[in-house]
């Protein structure tokens, strides 16, 4: 919008602000995590069949999260597009921007609750429908417009809001019990199986001023001689991978790298 009004300092100004952010990022891996710089820079690549089909099955997965009306509006203004005002059409562009963008975005959803990295374009969509529904009604769809408000927001409160609500709910309890495990356990160091238990990885949550005891370490984050000397001190203790899977976490289905090899690729960064 900067470029089409022609506001030439300000949108030389973002540009240059986003540009330094996304270097200072970089400089920051490269840093402090060398083995990612590469892994982070190749990402981003070409689409394939499959990363296309994977995608849409995100969408309509996160699309089963939110009201019916969120997804339907915006397609419908593809046939409207000509008649939107020049803010609407840019809300609209962004929108398609981003899903394009992490298209070739390689990895898949870990937990399965959708397609994530759309969901920063709620907001937009947002801003697209009061303009969209205008135009409808003009258009003489009120009628149409109105029973899929109310029959959409019947099926939120009826379906999507218990459902999303059971399943939240079984695939945290699993953490929320291994998590008050851990604080049960006697030691002033837990190693945690990061590398062989699913997502256990987020269990590694130490309080801003480290008063808390048992501090919790990912596998992931030390080395195999780190680890040892750890033991040897018996300040710290090696979680078992079957004392986390008997309250509920999973196996991963290939153990994750550690991070002292110089090919890892941790769960952590691909999510």
């Not at 298209?103 to 801003?127: A, D």
Request: overall charge negative.
């Amino acid at each position: 919008d900067l470029v089409l009004r022609r506001k030439w300092a300000t949108a030389f100004y973002y540009a240059a602000t986003y540009s330094l952010g996304i270097l200072i990022w970089l400089f920051w891996l490269k840093v402090f995590r060398p083995e990612f710089t590469e892994q982070a820079v190749a990402w981003f690549t070409f689409p394939s069949i499959l990363s296309c089909v994977l995608r849409l099955v995100d969408l309509v997965n996160f699309c089963s999260w939110n009201h019916p009306l969120m997804f339907i509006l915006p397609v419908c203004a593809i046939w409207y597009f000509k008649l939107l005002p020049r803010f609407q059409k840019l809300l609209l562009i962004s929108i398609a921007t981003n899903f394009l963008w992490y298209l070739n975005f390689p990895y898949i959803q870990g937990h399965g609750w959708g397609f994530r990295y759309f969901t920063p374009s709620l907001c937009t969509i947002v801003l697209t429908l009061p303009f969209i529904a205008h135009l409808l009604e003009e258009a003489g769809f009120k009628k149409i417009i109105y029973q899929l408000a109310v029959w959409g927001s019947a099926v939120v409160i009826l379906v999507q809001i218990p459902l999303a609500s059971v399943t939240a709910y079984q695939l945290s309890k699993p953490f929320a019990d291994a998590n008050q495990y851990l604080d049960e356990q006697e030691a002033e160091f837990l190693i945690i199986p990061s590398s062989q238990v699913w997502y256990s990885v987020d269990l590694v949550r130490n309080g801003p001023l480290v008063f808390r005891q048992p501090y919790r370490l990912s596998d992931m984050s030390l080395t195999p001689e780190s680890t040892d000397r750890l033991l040897e001190s018996g300040r710290g203790r090696l979680v078992d991978p079957q004392e986390l899977t008997a309250l509920g976490l999973s196996h991963w289905d290939q153990p994750q790298q550690n991070e002292g090899e110089k090919d890892n690729g941790s769960a952590s960064t691909s999510e």
